[in-house]
């Protein structure tokens, strides 16, 4: 069967094509009334893109235009300064001043002398002081703020009062000569300080005792640290550092800064620890605070603690006290106190007790060893200076109770013996049995009546100055050192006497005025 051919079949319809439909108005209108619908969505969407593009701040995607701002500066009228005013002075009435009274009915009467020495001198005389600083307004126990009227180691600057004529010139003298005899160990010899000056005389002249090199090296560096040298600053800085290097190589594994030889190693050691003790202060060296401590705890090892609770020459105590060591153990413990060391509390609250136990409430004289006694000495060796010319103790004693707490308000006794002091001021004689130059007591005197203040340190200040600077030597390589005058110079020899001279001279501002400050 074959299949059939359907290829010249054609197919015609009668039906119009696509193309030609016809279409009416009402099929157009028909259609586009079924569109109408979407064409407002779509004209409303447009509508919100064109609000959103419109809305969007085109001008923030624009580069700025630079703007270039020129300037210039005008050149305001010159400022006219006229003279205030003159003010008519009022009439000032003066009050009736009424004097306080002497406390004893001790009468003081002050020698006038021809020369006056000047007390208003250049405030910038002296170089600045570590000691000005006001974070050690509290060491040695003063508390209180810098500044103010007080002036001083513990305060402003120089304060009201200055050195006279001629204590700037004598205080440089007397640093230079100590820095000229400095031996190259740090130490400064007592009998041998000669052989360290290149330009000195072959001979020694003022030598000391051998065993006091200890001693008077603290005293030497409480010189130069009272001018404002330290270990990190200062024209003397390297002194200091060589001096404190020496103490401290000086200590043994007691604690002991020297050689227990003798009666007066204690002394030694309280101004040797006194001395680090001020150079750990400013330098805060765990090394250094290592050697306070230790010395410091030596010193409680020396109490009497069965006893009073002070100290004199034994190690361990034998039960006795004198005031004179006792005093230079108070200064050491305040300071290192107030630099973070560990201190007994009660070794300076029996200190004080043990001034009060030795004061004469009547006389207001405080006693070496006992009530109201004299200072010491040693017969054949120093028995021609008279212990009736000086109030050695006395001073020792006032400072003391100035440093622990007592103020003249709350302890009147304080001004009693201030009268006495003024009763034996500062003289320098050498002729006969008139001896009376006495560097420990001018030392000692000097600060606690310029802690007093008022008509004491008026009375007390040109008799220091003129005992000082006119004793001083100008001569050769002796210039600016002190000769061995005094009752306990031939101990510790020139270098004693020199180191305690400048440190007279320091007085208006190595200390403030602390019971101002308190």
């Excluded at 004893?104 to 000005?132: I, K, R, W």
């Excluded at 010899?189 to 001693?215: I, K, L, R, Y």
Aim: glycine share 12%; charged share 25%.
């Amino acid at each position: 069967m074959t299949n059939p051919d359907y290829s010249n079949i054609h197919i015609e319809t009668t039906l119009p094509k696509s193309w030609e439909e016809e279409q009416t108005f009402n099929d157009i209108l028909y259609d586009w009334m079924g569109r109408a619908p979407w064409l407002a969505l779509s004209a409303a969407a447009h509508l919100v893109v064109f609000l959103i593009i419109m809305a969007i701040p085109w001008n923030l995607f624009e580069q700025p235009e630079e703007i270039e701002i020129q300037a210039s500066i005008e050149q305001p009228p010159e400022e006219i300064f006229e003279d205030p005013p003159e003010e008519e002075e009022e009439e000032i009435i003066e009050e009736e001043i009424i004097e306080e009274p002497v406390i004893q009915d001790v009468d003081v009467v002050t020698e006038e002398t021809e020369e006056v020495f000047d007390t208003e001198g250049d405030p910038d005389m002296f170089a600045d002081s570590p000691f000005d600083d006001k974070a050690f307004n509290n060491v040695i126990g003063i508390g209180g703020g810098a500044g103010g009227k007080f002036g001083g180691r513990f305060g402003k600057k120089r304060g009201g009062t200055r050195g006279g004529a001629g204590t700037e010139q004598a205080l440089k003298d007397g640093l230079e000569w100590l820095k000229r005899h400095q031996a190259s160990d740090g130490s400064w010899d007592c009998d041998g300080f000669m052989d360290n000056c290149v330009t000195c005389p072959s001979e020694a002249d003022g030598a000391g005792q051998p065993d006091q090199d200890v001693g008077v090296t603290g005293l030497a560096l409480l010189a130069f640290l009272g001018d404002g040298n330290t270990l990190k600053k200062g024209p003397y800085k390297e002194v200091v550092s060589r001096g404190i290097k020496w103490l401290r190589q000086q200590q043994d594994h007691s604690g002991l800064i020297g050689e227990h030889r003798g009666h007066h190693f204690i002394y030694n050691h309280g101004i040797a620890t006194l001395a680090i003790s001020e150079a750990y202060f400013f330098s805060k060296s765990p090394l250094i605070r290592n050697n306070v401590q230790k010395a410091v705890d030596y010193i409680h090892e020396a109490r009497d603690r069965d006893g009073h609770g002070t100290w004199r020459y034994d190690v361990p105590s034998l039960g006795d006290s004198d005031t004179s060591i006792t005093g230079w153990m108070v200064f050491a413990l305040k300071s290192a106190e107030e630099s973070g060391i560990d201190v007994e509390k009660d070794a300076l609250t029996d200190s004080l007790l043990w001034i009060e136990e030795v004061t004469d409430d009547v006389s207001g004289r405080i006693g070496y060893n006992d009530r109201g006694g004299r200072s010491s000495r040693v017969q054949g060796l120093n028995s021609d200076y008279p212990v009736d010319k000086t109030e050695s103790m006395t001073a020792v004693g006032l400072l003391c109770r100035v440093f622990l707490g007592q103020t003249p308000k709350d302890t009147p006794i304080m001004k009693t013996e201030g009268e006495l002091l003024l009763k034996a001021l500062p003289e320098y004689k050498m002729d006969g049995d008139q001896r009376l130059v006495d560097w420990y007591y001018w030392y000692y005197g000097s600060y606690a009546m310029y802690q007093l203040g008022g008509k004491y340190w008026k009375g007390w200040q040109g008799a220091m100055e003129r005992a000082v600077v006119k004793s001083q030597r100008h001569d050769g390589d002796f210039k600016g050192s002190w000769d061995l005058d005094g009752p306990w110079a031939h101990s510790g020899g020139r270098v004693y006497t020199t180191a305690l001279g400048v440190l007279c001279l320091e007085v208006y501002f190595r200390y403030a005025q602390v019971l101002g400050a308190r």
